[in-house]
C-alpha cells in the first residue's frame, strides 16, 4: 500500500523559514511527478510546487519567489523549502504524487505563521 507521510509542520512567526518533508514508501517505482498543495480554513486546496523525475520543477503563483521544491527520486522523497512565510501561508500542506496518471495524497501537515 502507498503511503506519503508528511512532517516539518509547525507553528513560527512571520518572516520565518520552515522545511517540509514528505517520504513514500510502500513502493518500488519513482513517481512521475511529486509535490505540494495547502489547503486553509475555508479555502480550496491550491497547488504550491511540482518536480519531476527529470528534475523540472512548476510553482504556483502563491510561492511569489519564497518556496523551493527538491527532490530524490530514488528515495521517493520530497522537501519544500519555505522562506519569508507571511500569515497567510497558514494552512495545511499536502504532499502529493503520480505515477502513470494515479494520484496519492498524504495525510497533511500544519504550518502556521503568526504575525
Known amino acids: 500500500q502507498v503511503q506519503l507521510v508528511e512532517s516539518g509542520g509547525d507553528t513560527v512567526q512571520a518572516g520565518e523559514s520552515l522545511r517540509l518533508s514528505c517520504a513514500a514508501s510502500?513502493?518500488?517505482?519513482?513517481?512521475?511527478?511529486m509535490g505540494w498543495y495547502r489547503q486553509a480554513p475555508g479555502k480550496q486546496r491550491e497547488f504550491i510546487a511540482g518536480i519531476y523525475t527529470n528534475g523540472f520543477t512548476k510553482y504556483g503563483d502563491v510561492v511569489e519567489g519564497r518556496f523551493t521544491i527538491s527532490r530524490h527520486s530514488v528515495k521517493n522523497t520530497v522537501s519544500l523549502q519555505m522562506n519569508s512565510l507571511k500569515a497567510e501561508d497558514t494552512a495545511i500542506y499536502y504532499c502529493?504524487?503520480?505515477?502513470?496518471?494515479?494520484?496519492?495524497w498524504g495525510q497533511g501537515t500544519q504550518v502556521t505563521v503568526s504575525s
Open positions: 510502500g513502493i518500488n517505482f519513482s513517481f512521475d511527478v
Open positions: 502529493n504524487a503520480i505515477f502513470r496518471q494515479r494520484t496519492y
